[in-house]
């Protein structure tokens, strides 16, 4: 599977934006699906994931609340709601899909297509 990450940009704290992450070639409801972000200088961090039908989230617990997962297996479409943004949120945003079935991980080895991210920036 393809992914191709878009949404990002330049936003004030305490606004909002939306990540898209389009897949192609196999079906995206064929697999889990997460978030990933790495800010400057900083290692890649776990934000969500998403099982195959949507109906379990995981998300990084000071995350949560504020982000939110969803998926469209229609259209192939993972997205990431991100409200009440912080300086701390900039970062590269990456969308990524796993085979694993089972449980979602926070693990970078769980998912094995990545997307190339999307940069988000959010000024105070």
């Known amino acids: 599977v393809q992914l191709q990450a878009s949404g990002g940009g330049l936003v004030q704290a305490g606004g909002s934006l939306r990540l898209s992450c389009a897949a192609s070639g196999p079906p995206m409801s064929d697999y889990n699906m997460g978030w990933f972000r790495q800010a400057p200088g900083k290692e890649r961090e776990f934000v969500s994931a998403l099982t195959r039908n949507g109906n379990s989230q995981y998300y990084r617990n000071f995350l949560k609340g504020r982000f939110t997962i969803s998926r469209d297996n229609a259209e192939n479409t993972l997205y990431l709601q991100m409200n009440s943004l912080k300086s701390e949120d900039t970062a590269v945003y990456y969308c990524?899909?796993?085979?694993?079935?089972?449980?979602?991980?926070?693990?970078?080895?769980?998912?094995?297509?990545w997307g190339q991210g999307t940069q988000v920036t959010v000024s105070s």
């Open positions: 990524a899909a796993s085979r694993n079935v089972g449980d979602l991980s926070s693990s970078e080895d769980y998912y094995d297509y």
